[in-house]
């Protein structure tokens, strides 16, 4: 979080203001310079009539002529004073686009001098080993700190990549054979940010942050294991044979998207080699449908809500879910009236005070006894089970879909107030906590159910508790959601139970699939229980969605002859059967 929040992001938005300060500058100085050499081009170059064809010379055939006639349109010292700042204001030509914002994160070592020393101490790092040469120079770090002089020998030059070669070997103000320690600091913290989030580099005995490799199976385990997953996804033996098979399939398909570029116009390549998407245009919306919208605006009356779900709890019944909690007696009279206030009343957040009314069933007393006795969470449950099997009886819900495809998406709400789900985001509630609500919708437009989670976490973590802990309704075979470079597994046809958020051995079997086409690693748990999300580990180079994990029939397990199928990659769709 303070690498994140305190160092990149700031020293990113420190060095645009910087940009933004000194442009009227660069501004001026490039104008004089395009200017100066555009005289160049048309007093130098032999111009060409394209449709006669015929050639004109150069307007000047000296060196001191060509001098004069820029000196009439830009004077030889301003053209000089532009070049010295556009070298003082602009980047040398081999340096990258990260080289501004990390040289101004240099500036900011204070930040991280308090903590540096503790965070090798305390937190006990653990490495894969790709991550182990950034986790050896950050424990280096440390006998580094306050030293006038370190040598290239003492540190770990194969982590200076792009611009941290020149900041921390070649700064003007260092001695010859030195080079700038708190520069590589921070280099080696960038490192780290991305091996964290990569999990190439961990913290033991975290249950968020820890070893993604901690629960596969290895040693003898795996080797009893092994004949029966490798039958199971139909996997040879040897692994170079399927290798082969595999980068065959990604060098085919690489160029196959190559091909296609050239003819795209929607994509762009900018200087620094990154990718841009043009935005989509929308399309015009047909006549038809403007006027099917106004005639269904024209047949809808113009109610207010209470009314609605006055009208809904005559067609549905949903009412009568709504029990005491003491589970016996009468039903009151009007209880319909009185629940419709009081859904209206927490549903627009707005308290008794807008639904009371003289009727009986609108009074204060009735309102807080209803709401303390009858409305609670189970009862909610029953009630939207209901409202689920009418909207899947309508025809045209019937004509949208069979109900086999949802949609999971969250919604991010500030939470005022202390709250176990409250949890800080700055870039989503400032300085307060909050919390996201996590809801799925069939394709029969009727939500399914939902949960409250803590703080912005990634929706796949919790696909599978909102899938199986749904209201009602059938069970989606498909599951459409952003998993945020997430792979979501289950075993489709057994239930779920989540035992204490722990995945044990001895259930069942684990196993790993690398991503066709980036460099992702998923981690499957499958179980005849319960089974698991698990994040996958991605090098920022290969960030966002690629698509790319194929559909795979794993195992089926001692305690459940089931198979659990998956996967998508970061992408918009999981398959399940």
């Not at 770090?141 to 003492?154: I, S």
Request: charged letters at 20%.
């Amino acid at each position: 979080m303070l690498i994140a929040t305190k160092l990149l992001a700031k020293a990113e938005r420190e060095t645009v203001k910087e940009k933004m300060k000194t442009l009227p500058r660069v501004e001026r100085a490039s104008a004089k310079l395009a200017t100066a050499f555009q005289v160049v081009f048309d007093t130098t170059s032999e111009l060409v009539d394209t449709d006669t064809g015929e050639v004109t010379c150069p307007q000047v055939e000296s060196f001191e002529a060509m001098w004069e006639r820029i000196e009439a349109v830009v004077p030889r010292h301003e053209l000089a004073a532009a070049i010295a700042a556009l070298f003082e204001l602009t980047p040398p030509l081999d340096s990258d686009a990260d080289e501004a914002w990390r040289s101004m994160m240099v500036s900011r070592f204070g930040t991280v001098r308090a903590f540096l020393k503790l965070l090798v101490k305390v937190v006990d790092f653990g490495a894969s080993p790709e991550g182990l040469p950034v986790l050896t120079a950050l424990k280096s770090l440390p006998d580094l700190m306050g030293r006038k002089k370190v040598g290239p020998a003492e540190i770990d030059t194969g982590l200076l990549v792009g611009s941290w070669r020149r900041l921390v070997l070649s700064v003007p103000h260092l001695e010859p054979g030195t080079v700038d320690w708190k520069a590589y600091t921070f280099c080696v913290l960038e490192q780290l940010h991305r091996m964290l989030r990569s999990k190439q580099v961990f913290a033991k005995n975290s249950s968020k942050s820890g070893d993604p490799r901690a629960k596969l199976l290895d040693g003898e385990a795996w080797e009893q294991a092994r004949p029966t997953v490798l039958a199971s996804l139909g996997l040879p033996g040897e692994a170079g044979e399927h290798l082969a098979a595999r980068a065959a399939l990604l060098d085919g398909t690489y160029r196959e998207v190559a091909g296609r570029l050239p003819d795209n116009a929607q994509i762009v390549f900018d200087d620094d080699g990154r990718l841009h998407f043009a935005a989509l245009e929308p399309e015009p919306e047909p006549a038809s449908l403007l006027d099917l919208r106004a005639a269904v605006n024209a047949m809808l009356p113009r109610v207010d809500l209470p009314e609605v779900l006055l009208e809904v709890f005559s067609w549905t019944g949903a009412d009568q879910t709504f029990t005491s909690v003491t589970g016996a007696g009468p039903r009151l009279k009007d209880l319909h009236v009185t629940i419709a206030a009081l859904l209206v009343a927490h549903g627009c957040n707005v308290g008794y005070t807008p639904v009371i009314g003289g009727a009986d069933a609108l009074k204060y007393g009735r309102l807080s006894h209803v709401d303390q006795t009858y409305l609670r969470l189970a009862t909610y449950r029953a009630a939207n089970a209901t409202l689920i099997e009418h909207q899947a009886s309508i025809g045209l819900a019937q004509a949208w879909g069979g109900g086999l495809v949802a949609s999971v998406n969250g919604m991010r709400f500030v939470v005022p107030v202390p709250s176990v789900y409250a949890r800080p985001n700055p870039k989503y509630f400032g300085r307060r906590g909050g919390a996201t609500w996590l809801n799925m919708i069939n394709d029969q437009a009727a939500g399914l159910g939902g949960k409250v989670v803590a703080g912005t976490p990634r929706d796949s973590l919790y696909v599978l508790d909102v899938l199986y802990d749904r209201d009602g309704g059938r069970r989606p075979e498909m599951i459409v959601t952003d998993t945020a470079s997430y792979v979501v597994t289950w075993t489709p046809h057994a239930p779920l139970a989540r035992i204490d958020g722990q995945m044990h051995r001895q259930a069942g079997l684990l196993r790993r699939w690398r991503c066709r086409r980036c460099s992702s690693v998923a981690r499957m748990a499958g179980t005849g229980s319960y089974s698991s999300t698990t994040g996958v580990s991605r090098l920022k180079s290969s960030r966002g969605s690629c698509g790319s994990w194929p559909l795979v029939s794993a195992r089926r397990t001692r305690s459940c002859r089931t198979r659990t199928t998956s996967v998508i990659c970061g992408a918009s769709s999981v398959n399940v059967g």
